[in-house]
């Protein structure tokens, strides 16, 4: 089961991370999704481990500055880390997973969290 944490209303030009308990997927390609009120779900990033335990993180160009994932594989934890936050990064972020390639499109995920709502004030 997946489950986020971390969210919450903070103001412009502050920093978050947020955390997703992994247990039970451990093979899995991990990602963050965001969705904004009106809005399709967005790709943020995804991570995938390789069997000698190396991991390689995907971004879209736009959210390569400002947006870290990572991975605890020995805690079972998925984190992104959020800089210099806008009032347009407001929605709720999900994670997800699925155990094959990783994708940029949230159709390609089997498993999801219920998300957790980040609210950016300027």
């Known amino acids: 089961q997946l489950m986020e944490s971390g969210g919450g209303s903070l103001k412009a030009g502050s920093s978050l991370k947020l955390s997703c308990a992994t247990s039970g997927f451990g093979d899995y390609c991990l990602a963050w999704f965001r969705q904004a009120p009106g809005k399709e779900r967005e790709w943020v990033a995804n991570i995938y481990t390789f069997a000698d335990l190396r991991t390689r993180a995907d971004y879209p160009y736009s959210m390569k500055a400002r947006f870290t994932i990572s991975r605890d594989i020995a805690n079972d934890m998925l984190y992104l880390q959020i800089t210099n936050v806008t009032p347009e990064d407001t929605a709720v972020y999900y994670c997800?997973?699925?155990?094959?390639?990783?994708?940029?499109?949230?159709?390609?995920?089997?498993?999801w969290g219920r998300g957790t709502q980040v609210t950016v004030s300027a």
């Open positions: 997800a997973s699925v155990r094959s390639a990783c994708s940029i499109s949230a159709s390609g995920y089997t498993d």
